[in-house]
């Protein structure tokens, strides 16, 4: 059954690989909006899944401003409630029984919802990503998106949160998740020297390791076997790369 009550609002850029698990899982929902930049396939597969009057795309500039994209998601949604879907996520049923149970709270402004990640073919069930919760529903009019990477959602009101899961699987190769991280870093190093964060030898040096020793040891990481490990290290490379690019834009002023 379909709830005139929800927009899915999903950024994407060459996303064919993914796109087609997302979209079904969010049949349900009566507008779907794309904000596309992408140069493969995903367009023609989104087509394919979603009914033409359901689905909106707008194509939008390559730009690493993502919580510019999310703002403008807000401003074209047609709904009063709006659902922030990656089209690496899958909404799975009793997730999407709860949001539109959800929405017909009229004191809630938004609701966190927690996250499953699935890594190199495992579950993980500690490290970094265990336990983590996203703001991803909320009304329209209730705030906007702020930061340009790891974009936060500044809601004002009453914030609620859901039971059930939302299903996630990044990085489907290491040689992707590093393609990703060095775009990441650049971005977040940006961010802090815009925010007049500073990086020295010993953040360099003594963050990542700090990093992965709770990720590894003090949060499990080490239960879920080689997939923990590797995502471990890999946050903790992110750690290293964000304050190395951050000591070079400081060291580029001088």
Not at 1 to 29: F, H, P, Q
Not at 179 to 208: C, M
Request: charged letters at 25%; glycine letters at 6%; one cysteine or more.
């Amino acid at each position: 059954t379909m709830n005139s009550d929800l927009s899915i609002i999903v950024l994407t850029k060459n996303e064919a690989d993914n796109i087609s698990r997302s979209l079904s899982s969010v049949g349900w929902a009566d507008e779907v909006i794309l904000l596309d930049c992408s140069t493969d396939d995903t367009i023609a597969i989104a087509k394919k899944i979603c009914s033409a009057n359901r689905l909106r795309i707008v194509n939008t500039p390559h730009v690493n401003d993502f919580a510019s994209l999310r703002n403008l998601g807000l401003e074209l949604a047609r709904n009063e409630w709006v659902f922030f879907l990656d089209a690496d996520e899958e909404i799975p049923p009793e997730l999407s029984q709860e949001i539109r149970e959800a929405i017909t709270n009229k004191h809630k402004s938004g609701y966190l919802v927690k996250r499953k990640d699935y890594f190199l073919g495992k579950t993980l069930r500690y490290g970094e990503t265990a336990g983590v919760k996203l703001l991803k529903l909320g009304r329209k009019s209730a705030g906007n998106w702020r930061r340009r990477v790891h974009e936060v959602w500044d809601i004002k009101g009453e914030i609620g949160e859901l039971e059930a899961s939302l299903l996630h699987f990044p990085h489907p190769t290491v040689s992707e998740f590093l393609s990703r991280i060095n775009r990441w870093t650049t971005l977040d190093a940006q961010e802090f020297h815009v925010q007049g964060g500073r990086s020295g030898y010993f953040k360099i040096l003594i963050y990542p390791q700090a990093k992965f020793f709770v990720n590894f040891i003090v949060k499990r990481g080490f239960l879920d076997g080689f997939p923990g490990l590797v995502m471990a290290v890999m946050m903790s490379f992110h750690s290293f790369l964000t304050r190395a690019k951050l000591y070079m834009l400081q060291k580029s002023q001088k």
